[in-house]
């Protein structure tokens, strides 16, 4: 937090006074994270959720300070954790087939190395997948997530 703090205070004191940062997401949940770190269950690895809820927090508590001390400071921490956990926990909600494996990758080996629409093994509808590897999201999940932060986002532009 000392790093971020750090460099918040260098761009406000280079003249920005409105400035997103993001969260961290349900790490694990990433289908890499299940496969690597599930021991052979198909459900988040609840550790390293654990672990990205307290960034998470120390994140919103330091950018709520930089906020008190940096005065004309409009800060907002975009929540990814939860919006995409949504569509993990539950994908048709949102129009999805398939949350814990990745359309680039088999559910046991994910990798981003050589995924394309071409590649051997990718998935021929990508829409309805939350993952596109297994570290992020599809192009249709972005779209949705984006949404989600447009609207978190009315602070930076009113």
Not at 25 to 44: R, V
Not at 74 to 101: A, C, Q, W
Request: aromatic share 10%; proline share 4%; with cysteine.
């Amino acid at each position: 937090m000392k790093s971020y703090s750090t460099f918040i205070q260098n761009l406000y004191n280079l003249g920005a006074r409105r400035i997103g940062v993001t969260s961290l997401p349900p790490t694990g949940c990433l289908p890499a994270a299940i496969t690597l770190f599930g021991a052979g269950s198909n459900q988040c690895v609840a550790r390293l959720n654990h672990d990205a809820i307290s960034f998470n927090n120390k994140l919103n508590n330091t950018s709520q300070n930089l906020k008190a001390n940096l005065p004309g400071l409009k800060l907002v921490v975009f929540d990814i954790y939860n919006p995409l956990l949504d569509m993990i926990v539950k994908p048709t909600d949102s129009g999805f087939f398939e949350s814990r494996r990745a359309c680039c990758g088999t559910g046991t080996i994910e990798t981003s190395y050589l995924c394309s629409a071409r590649s051997v093994g990718t998935c021929s509808n990508a829409t309805q997948y939350v993952f596109w590897d297994g570290f992020h999201p599809s192009e249709a999940a972005n779209e949705k997530l984006a949404q989600n932060l447009l609207e978190q986002g009315f602070d930076l532009i009113s």
